[in-house]
């Protein structure tokens, strides 16, 4: 059995887990984005597959719900006045300033609800963002926030008024946001602004635990582990 001393230890860690999580979360952007590439250096790590959800197979990967909107196929009507598909510019196989000819997601715009929507996915991950194309707003704060499996933030991304009010396609204000946690413990990212009616997102990125690498170091640590084992269930016969 555990002596007192080390189960004080063991429980002072697992109250600090919460802390350590949302200490260890780091925040990118908002920063252009114009066409896959234009994700910002840092926010994916080399042990993990970075995966890019654009949309263009008009499909929503398995992995994500989302639960607000649907998907827009190039040059669709989204419900703003005069407005088409608003897609991450080089969707279309060009780089022009104009997002018509690709894919992306939109909420709608009927009412209020439509200024929010929240991307949740089916494992906690290490790194989770989105590109923001386009928002019926007028000097509205974009907001993004990460927070974990049991609904705590671990974030928040206050973007300021990035919508450039014109509903046509155009992608000079497209910007990337996201974040980046150290322990995996990313569940879902919530994109809201706090005036006007309807989001349109495109390019949703993620790096899954699953799809991650060990580094050797950690990989050590866990094989001495395994090799300690033996000897913990000697002592404790």
Same mark, same amino acid.
């Given at each position: 059995?555990?002596?007192?001393?080390?189960?004080?230890?063991?429980?002072?860690?697992?109250?600090?887990?919460?802390?350590?999580?949302?200490?260890?979360?780091?925040?990118?952007?908002?920063?252009?984005?114009?066409?896959?590439?234009?994700?910002? &250096?840092?926010?994916?790590?080399?042990?993990? %597959?970075? /995966?890019? #959800?654009?949309? *263009? @197979?008009?499909? $929503?990967?398995?992995?994500?719900?989302?639960?607000?909107?649907?998907?827009?196929?190039?040059?669709?009507?989204?419900?703003?006045?005069?407005?088409?598909?608003?897609?991450?510019?080089?969707?279309?196989?060009?780089?022009?300033?104009?997002?018509?000819?690709?894919?992306?997601?939109?909420?709608?715009?009927?009412?209020?609800?439509?200024?929010?929507?929240?991307?949740?996915?089916?494992?906690?991950?290490?790194?989770?963002?989105?590109?923001?194309?386009?928002?019926?707003?007028?000097?509205?704060?974009?907001?993004?926030?990460?927070?974990?499996?049991?609904?705590?933030?671990?974030?928040?991304? &206050?973007?300021?008024?990035?919508?450039?009010? %014109?509903? /046509?396609? #155009?992608?000079? *204000? @497209?910007?990337? $946001?996201?974040?980046?946690?150290?322990?995996?413990?990313?569940?879902?990212?919530?994109?809201?602004?706090?005036?006007?009616?309807?989001?349109?997102?495109?390019?949703?990125?993620?790096?899954?635990?699953?799809?991650?690498?060990?580094?050797?170091?950690?990989?050590?640590?866990?094989?001495?582990?395994?090799?300690?084992?033996?000897?913990?269930?000697?002592?404790?016969?």
């Amino acid at each position: 059995m555990l002596s007192h001393s080390m189960r004080l230890l063991v429980g002072a860690l697992i109250a600090a887990m919460p802390l350590a999580a949302n200490a260890a979360t780091i925040s990118f952007g908002p920063t252009p984005y114009l066409q896959h590439g234009d994700t910002p &250096d840092g926010f994916a790590c080399d042990q993990c %597959v970075l /995966t890019i #959800e654009d949309f *263009e @197979d008009n499909s $929503l990967d398995p992995f994500l719900t989302i639960d607000n909107g649907d998907i827009l196929e190039p040059n669709s009507m989204s419900g703003l006045m005069n407005s088409v598909t608003d897609s991450v510019d080089g969707d279309d196989g060009s780089v022009d300033g104009n997002g018509n000819g690709g894919h992306s997601w939109f909420t709608g715009s009927d009412s209020s609800a439509d200024r929010e929507l929240t991307i949740t996915f089916s494992e906690t991950v290490k790194a989770a963002g989105l590109v923001f194309t386009d928002g019926d707003s007028s000097s509205a704060n974009i907001r993004l926030e990460a927070f974990d499996e049991g609904g705590e933030s671990l974030g928040v991304i &206050d973007a300021g008024d990035l919508a450039d009010h %014109v509903f /046509t396609g #155009e992608t000079e *204000e @497209d910007r990337f $946001l996201g974040f980046q946690n150290s322990y995996g413990a990313i569940k879902s990212i919530t994109l809201s602004m706090d005036a006007g009616i309807g989001i349109e997102v495109d390019h949703i990125h993620w790096q899954a635990l699953s799809s991650c690498v060990p580094e050797p170091a950690s990989l050590g640590m866990v094989l001495f582990g395994m090799l300690g084992l033996p000897a913990l269930r000697r002592r404790r016969r």
